[in-house]
């Protein structure tokens, strides 16, 4: 095996190949959001979403007459919890270890990837199948097993397809919705005697009789972990496959890698967080399986790991508590927010560059990975406040983003002067009723008259063409809505005139 500690913190492969363990697997998200467009079969693919994860969501949450209450209720404990991290984190410790099981800080990704690898080859291990975890694809640990020669198999079906087809998960629970079912029939049929028909349930039978024997074969079996319960050090995983629990059962080494943010404190939380993450995610009322895994295998117990290991992440996040962007540290990572919103509709997950896509993406790969160079993802987002609308703890992520364009502004710019002089005319315009008068007034006659047939401007002058370029701008009502009232006033109807929407617009 090669020097594990080396294969973790730098980047050298098994084969003498170049391994790439960067947070960021970037390209240029505009360039990607382009051939994105252009792709008909991932407008194939992303079409569906909003029609199936996205309305089973809505629907959820208005067949549950208490899910406001709810989600406001995982929020508060989201919050409280944070407030108090340092205490739950070692309360899980104690948890942990009093159950025969051990824990472990890792400080960053390298760090992460180098306690697996030595617990790995502590206890000999040589091939580990893994559940779906984002947090391991955020440390980037695939490559790194690889690299040491360890056989890795992911076992979620969609994590499957993806590893054999050598990409990223473009969806947080749904890794391989940006294929369609004749690409994954292609990419299955590489690994398959003869070709496979493009039928899902024939595609999912050949994928459970390869998974099969490796859950027998595997020495470890790595997983996330939806929730870290500090009282009693249990770890929770949710899922749909049954695989979490051949992967925490067979092996006789369970690794669990979760963030420091999923730790809640009591038992009596967790279904609050069960009854939104499921809604949330999938439309289902409950998940299929939901394992409660404290601890290795006890005396008398006939399944389960002989050792039982539990990673804590920082990687970043302990900086993000003490800033404003601190209740991005709320997310259960359901997905909601990606089949809400339009941008990830339009353009997938792989345009976003990052493990993290869609909006709260948009939000956790800056704040991971370097917000220069991921400038364009917090423009990313039309803030049509869907993604918010959508999240089962309601993080404002429109806000979010807000705060890191905030911050991108003044690390690129700082406070242009031409850019103060327009804000502070703006600022006096909109303080003083004759100014505003007038400035509408103008732009009604200049812009809004000129423009009456299409209603539409294509073209702005300096920076403003940034937005025309791509699209165009609303242009000013012909007539402003005070003028209308004035002409129409005691005689309006109920609905405005033809040709004039409810804001006076013409
Ligand atoms: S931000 Fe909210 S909706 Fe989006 S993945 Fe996280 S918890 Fe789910």
């Given at each position: 095996m090669a020097d594990l500690d080396t294969v973790a913190r730098e980047s050298?492969?098994?084969?003498g190949g170049a391994v790439d363990f960067r947070a960021r697997e970037h390209h240029e998200f505009l360039v990607a959001s382009r051939q994105a467009l252009e792709s008909a079969n991932l407008q194939l693919a992303l079409a569906r979403l909003g029609d199936t994860l996205g309305q089973r969501n809505r629907d959820a949450y208005a067949a549950y007459a208490g899910s406001a209450a709810m989600r406001e209720l995982a929020r508060g404990i989201k919050d409280r919890t944070l407030a108090e991290l340092d205490q739950h984190l070692e309360a899980l410790e104690a948890s942990v270890r009093r159950n025969g099981g051990e824990v472990h800080y890792a400080a960053d990704a390298a760090d992460a990837r180098a306690i697996v690898l030595e617990l790995l080859k502590r206890r000999g291990c040589r091939s580990v199948v893994k559940s779906k975890s984002m947090t391991t694809e955020e440390i980037h640990l695939n490559p790194a097993l690889q690299a040491a020669g360890i056989e890795t198999v992911e076992s979620d079906f969609g994590e499957y397809i993806i590893q054999l087809a050598g990409q990223r998960p473009s969806h947080l629970v749904a890794p391989a919705v940006h294929l369609t079912v004749g690409e994954v029939a292609e990419v299955l049929s590489r690994h398959a005697p003869e070709p496979l028909p493009a039928d899902a349930t024939a595609l999912a039978q050949f994928a459970r009789g390869q998974l099969r024997a490796k859950f027998a074969a595997a020495d470890a079996g790595i997983t996330g972990a939806n929730f870290a319960v500090a009282e009693t050090g249990t770890v929770v995983v949710v899922e749909n496959e049954g695989n979490a629990r051949f992967t925490t059962t067979l092996p006789r080494v369970h690794i669990a890698i979760a963030g420091i943010e999923k730790v809640i404190p009591r038992l009596a939380d967790l279904p609050v967080f069960l009854k939104i993450l499921a809604r949330a995610a999938t439309g289902q009322t409950m998940s299929i399986y939901t394992s409660l895994l404290s601890g290795p295998r006890r005396a008398g117990q006939a399944n389960g790991p002989e050792e039982f290991h539990l990673v804590l992440l920082d990687n970043g996040r302990t900086r993000i508590l003490e800033g404003p962007l601190r209740e991005s540290l709320f997310c259960i990572r359901c997905g909601a927010c990606l089949n809400a919103c339009p941008v990830y509709r339009a353009v997938g997950g792989h345009a976003y560059g990052g493990v993290y896509a869609g909006p709260i993406g948009a939000v956790l790969t800056p704040l991971y990975d370097g917000l220069t160079q991921n400038e364009h993802l917090p423009h990313a987002s039309s803030l049509c406040g869907a993604c918010q609308a959508a999240c089962p703890v309601k993080i404002a992520i429109p806000e979010l983003l807000i705060k890191l364009r905030d911050r991108l502004h003044e690390a690129q710019h700082g406070s242009g002067m031409l850019e103060s002089l327009a804000y502070r005319t703006w600022g006096v315009l909109l303080r003083s009723a004759l100014g505003y008068r007038v400035a509408t007034w103008l732009a009604s006659r200049a812009l809004g008259r000129s423009q009456a047939s299409s209603r539409w401007l294509r073209w702005l002058p300096g920076a403003l063409g940034g937005w025309t370029s791509s699209r165009d701008f609303p242009a000013p009502a012909r007539e402003r809505f005070r003028d209308w009232w004035r002409r129409e006033g005691d005689r309006a109807p109920a609905t405005p005139p033809r040709g004039l929407d409810s804001g006076g617009r013409a």
């Amino acid at each position: 095996m090669a020097d594990l500690d080396t294969v973790a913190r730098e980047s050298t492969s098994h084969d003498g190949g170049a391994v790439d363990f960067r947070a960021r697997e970037h390209h240029e998200f505009l360039v990607a959001s382009r051939q994105a467009l252009e792709s008909a079969n991932l407008q194939l693919a992303l079409a569906r979403l909003g029609d199936t994860l996205g309305q089973r969501n809505r629907d959820a949450y208005a067949a549950y007459a208490g899910s406001a209450a709810m989600r406001e209720l995982a929020r508060g404990i989201k919050d409280r919890t944070l407030a108090e991290l340092d205490q739950h984190l070692e309360a899980l410790e104690a948890s942990v270890r009093r159950n025969g099981g051990e824990v472990h800080y890792a400080a960053d990704a390298a760090d992460a990837r180098a306690i697996v690898l030595e617990l790995l080859k502590r206890r000999g291990c040589r091939s580990v199948v893994k559940s779906k975890s984002m947090t391991t694809e955020e440390i980037h640990l695939n490559p790194a097993l690889q690299a040491a020669g360890i056989e890795t198999v992911e076992s979620d079906f969609g994590e499957y397809i993806i590893q054999l087809a050598g990409q990223r998960p473009s969806h947080l629970v749904a890794p391989a919705v940006h294929l369609t079912v004749g690409e994954v029939a292609e990419v299955l049929s590489r690994h398959a005697p003869e070709p496979l028909p493009a039928d899902a349930t024939a595609l999912a039978q050949f994928a459970r009789g390869q998974l099969r024997a490796k859950f027998a074969a595997a020495d470890a079996g790595i997983t996330g972990a939806n929730f870290a319960v500090a009282e009693t050090g249990t770890v929770v995983v949710v899922e749909n496959e049954g695989n979490a629990r051949f992967t925490t059962t067979l092996p006789r080494v369970h690794i669990a890698i979760a963030g420091i943010e999923k730790v809640i404190p009591r038992l009596a939380d967790l279904p609050v967080f069960l009854k939104i993450l499921a809604r949330a995610a999938t439309g289902q009322t409950m998940s299929i399986y939901t394992s409660l895994l404290s601890g290795p295998r006890r005396a008398g117990q006939a399944n389960g790991p002989e050792e039982f290991h539990l990673v804590l992440l920082d990687n970043g996040r302990t900086r993000i508590l003490e800033g404003p962007l601190r209740e991005s540290l709320f997310c259960i990572r359901c997905g909601a927010c990606l089949n809400a919103c339009p941008v990830y509709r339009a353009v997938g997950g792989h345009a976003y560059g990052g493990v993290y896509a869609g909006p709260i993406g948009a939000v956790l790969t800056p704040l991971y990975d370097g917000l220069t160079q991921n400038e364009h993802l917090p423009h990313a987002s039309s803030l049509c406040g869907a993604c918010q609308a959508a999240c089962p703890v309601k993080i404002a992520i429109p806000e979010l983003l807000i705060k890191l364009r905030d911050r991108l502004h003044e690390a690129q710019h700082g406070s242009g002067m031409l850019e103060s002089l327009a804000y502070r005319t703006w600022g006096v315009l909109l303080r003083s009723a004759l100014g505003y008068r007038v400035a509408t007034w103008l732009a009604s006659r200049a812009l809004g008259r000129s423009q009456a047939s299409s209603r539409w401007l294509r073209w702005l002058p300096g920076a403003l063409g940034g937005w025309t370029s791509s699209r165009d701008f609303p242009a000013p009502a012909r007539e402003r809505f005070r003028d209308w009232w004035r002409r129409e006033g005691d005689r309006a109807p109920a609905t405005p005139p033809r040709g004039l929407d409810s804001g006076g617009r013409a």
